[in-house]
């Protein structure tokens, strides 16, 4: 069955910088778009960034653009999200998640991604 396993969460000073990854198995890694995705205590599911199979297609939400780089490593069936710059906004418990079909191409958006979730890594940035 699908799993996904996300790591490298904690607690950050702002402007502090950190590295999650997700482990990812149970499906053809390479053949999906995967996403990053967080959620913010009282608040809804809220899509971060994209990369496409290859990793040479990437899309990020606009407050974190120019921060966070997300990356994946097929033979590892892993992707990552650097997070510089981190402000208290940034704090949530961050997923991946990965796309609805083999190859399907989605940009951005909660649409673009199916159910499956791990259990999430928390994230707080406060001083």
């Known amino acids: 069955q699908v799993q996904l396993v996300e790591s490298g969460g904690g607690l950050v000073q702002p402007g502090g910088s950190l590295r999650l990854s997700c482990a990812a198995s149970?499906?053809?890694?390479?053949?999906?778009?995967m996403y990053w995705v967080r959620q913010a205590p009282g608040k809804g599911l809220e899509w971060v960034s994209t990369i496409a199979t290859g990793g040479q297609i990437t899309h990020y939400a606009s407050s974190v653009r120019g921060r966070f780089t997300i990356s994946r490593d097929n033979a590892k069936n892993t992707i990552y999200l650097q997070m510089n710059s981190l402000n208290s906004e940034d704090t949530a418990v961050y997923y991946c998640?990965?796309?609805?079909?083999?190859?399907?191409?989605?940009?951005?958006?909660?649409?673009?991604?199916?159910?499956?979730r791990g259990q999430g890594t928390q994230v707080t940035v406060s001083s």
């Open positions: 149970g499906f053809t890694f390479r053949s999906y778009w």
């Open positions: 998640a990965k796309g609805r079909r083999p190859d399907a191409a989605c940009f951005s958006g909660n649409g673009c991604f199916d159910q499956y």
